[in-house]
């Protein structure tokens, strides 16, 4: 369905001027403008639950009042967020912005000991949870730093949504220093990326967004991506400030998405590769009224875009490159895919790229480095900052990845790289997955082990390494197989390499 950008006309750039001039530069402003442009729409859908823009706007204002009145919210302040994918992250998010409150994104599956070592660091003006996080007396002494999202004690994120407005009370302009995205990734050490409140800095990618995807064509959105990791949460906001509707589960599982796709006849998905994969591979529902699907945040294998496009019967994946510090900066569309599946697209409109090895930058095309990225929305805007993914352009100006560049191995003299052999693997028609590290070899002095997951049929370890003779270099041929009957996962979808690096 094709629709009018009610955001780019001459209402709606009023309206914009307007919340801007009320709320100063924070978050609290998509609210704003969503109950300017949107009032009766549904804004999100959780539980059979409808809520529309303007319930969304009251109830932050609402949850923003009581936040400065009990815990004396202001700017300099800092508030820490660990909840999964519910509306009650979202009153929390928008709430905490209108006070004018720094705001720290926590992934709400940070161990207990990581968790601690955060909060000791820190030293939160205000800690809101969800309740099955489990917040140890030795944390904090104080337990009015914390506030959990629903309490039999009253004292409660619900509890406050439910005190009755305040008609006096508008919220001031306030311009809020920093989100600040808190992971603690496969290594339990807390990751930080900050970015401050721009509103000309995210220009850019968001009319790549509006361009290149053409979001605004369609209705509905289920971001089944967390909203503590910067894809997620940049999906929910496009999604609002556009005036979708926003469909959300607290945890991703395939069964419960696949019937929530087919029930709302949801059109935009975004997520990482591992879940299409899950959503592709599990039966029981369709996904026929899925018309744009937004792949980030780990690889996205070749083959798994001709299983999607085959079960879609069409092409609708585009494949999004970003990372926490730089951001969101390259896109493939469908088009660039069928061009050549691995590529991750080029840069966007205001992304500077170099590729550097031994000191060298901007290599020969088809030369491989590492993939250096400058932009004005990343969280160090004004310098380059190094991914740690390995890549290489080719002459018509397409990037390729060629993994990360600490999993580069060095095997008898020659430069191996895990990536290259998963996505031959994957080739295979009876494997689902594969996982490929590097493990020390007396002769060579590294080799490659290769774990697969198989597709229920039986496939031995003799018939694979007879099919890939013909298919990989001498190299590149695994020292070891090991079939699981699944990988181990991280909550934000990606492999969970130590983990994996831990079996025989």
Known sequence: MSHPIPLIRPYGIYSCIGALFRRGINLS????????????????????????????????????????????LKKGRQVAIACRNHTGYVYA??????????????????????LAKLIHRFRFDLFIHDNEINISPEMIHNYDHFLP??????????????????EAYRPGRSYFGKVVVLTSGSTGQAK????????????????????????????SLYPATPFSHGFGLAALLVALVLGKRVYLLKRFDAIHAGRLIERYRIEVLTVVPAMIARLLDTPGYSL???????????RLLPALIEKAAQRLKGNYIYNLY??????????????????????????????????????????????????????????????????????????????????RADDMIVSGGENIYPYELENILVKHPLIREAAVIGV?????????????????????????????RSRCARYQMPREIRFLAALPYLPNGKINMPELKKHP
Request: glycine share 8%.
């Open 93 to 114: 998010l928008f709430a905490v912005a209108s006070t004018g409150a720094d705001v720290y994104i926590v992934h709400p599956d940070m161990g207990n000991d990581a």
């Open 288 to 298: 026929s009224s899925v018309r744009c699907i937004l792949s980030g945040g780990d």
């Open 322 to 403: 970003g990372t926490s510090e730089a951001g969101f900066c390259f896109m493939a569309t469908p088009a660039a895919l069928t061009y050549q599946p691995r590529t991750i697209g080029k840069p966007l409109n205001g992304v500077k790229v170099r590729i550097r090895t031994s000191g060298k930058e901007s290599l020969p095309e088809e030369s491989i480095g590492e993939l250096c990225i400058k932009c004005n929305w990343s969280a160090q805007k004004d310098k380059w900052i190094p991914t740690g993914d390995l890549a290489y352009k080719d002459k018509k100006g397409y990037y390729f990845l060629s993994g």
């Open 440 to 468: 020390p070899d007396p002769d060579f002095g590294k080799r490659l082990k290769a774990f697969i997951v198989s597709s229920g049929e039986s496939l031995r370890e003799p018939e694979l390494r007879e099919w890939l």
């Open 149 to 166: 999202v629903h309490s039999n004690s009253g004292n409660s994120l619900a509890a406050l949504l439910q005190q009755p407005p305040e």
């Open 29 to 72: 402003v998509i609210v704003d403008i969503g109950n300017s442009l949107y009032p009766e729409q549904t804004a999100i859908v959780e539980d059979e639950k409808e809520i529309s823009y303007q319930e969304l706007y009251r109830q932050t204002l609402i949850l923003g009042c009581q936040l400065q009145k009990r815990y004396s």
């Open 192 to 219: 930080i990326a900050t970015r401050k409140a721009s509103a000309t800095a995210f220009l850019s990618p968001f009319i790549s967004l509006l361009k290149q995807l053409g979001l605004h064509r369609y209705d």
